[in-house]
């Protein structure tokens, strides 16, 4: 019996020709939600209903994997406010299959390095340094802008 060059898909990436690739992320259209996501929609609508955790502090301590996809902090699911697309992170993994669901939790733990938010998040190392410099850039100009204020008046 011969052994299979290729190698099995494992978690959120797959191995080819000694290099690691990642599965993509997949962004879904609300446009192009087909009638049984609709359908699945409305029979998952009772659910929405249950009552969700209103602060970090709430939240904290609650079961893992966190079962609500839908919070901003969630790390499965993006939503794209402006056009109501749906992007899925991790196409080929189920929720409760992620080792992290709650970017909040990641972030609780303190430092890490660009790699590991990397794999955590299923983006490149490159993307998260880009994402880094655009916040701490963020900040660094609402600062200012704070500390001029006073004199703006």
């Not at 109501?84 to 990641?106: A, H, I, M, Q, Y």
């Not at 600062?143 to 703006?152: F, W």
Request: with cysteine; aromatic share 4%.
């Amino acid at each position: 019996m011969e052994k299979d060059d290729k190698a099995t898909p494992t978690r959120s990436y797959v191995r080819r020709d000694r290099r690691r690739v990642r599965v993509r992320s997949k962004t879904i259209p609300a446009k192009r939600l087909t009638k049984k996501e609709l359908r699945e929609k409305e029979i998952l609508e009772p659910y929405s209903r249950i009552p969700r955790p209103r602060s970090r502090k709430e939240c904290a301590h609650g079961i893992r994997p966190c079962p609500f996809v839908s919070c901003r902090h969630h790390i499965y699911l993006d939503v794209n406010p402006k056009k109501g697309s749906l992007k899925l992170n991790f196409p080929d993994l189920r929720v409760w299959e992620l080792p992290e669901t709650c970017s909040l939790d990641v972030a609780d733990r303190g430092g890490m390095t660009l790699e590991e938010v990397g794999e955590i998040l299923n983006l490149t190392r490159e993307r998260i340094r880009q994402v880094e410099v655009r916040g701490l850039a963020k900040l660094k100009m609402n600062m200012d802008t704070e500390r001029l204020e006073p004199y703006i008046k």
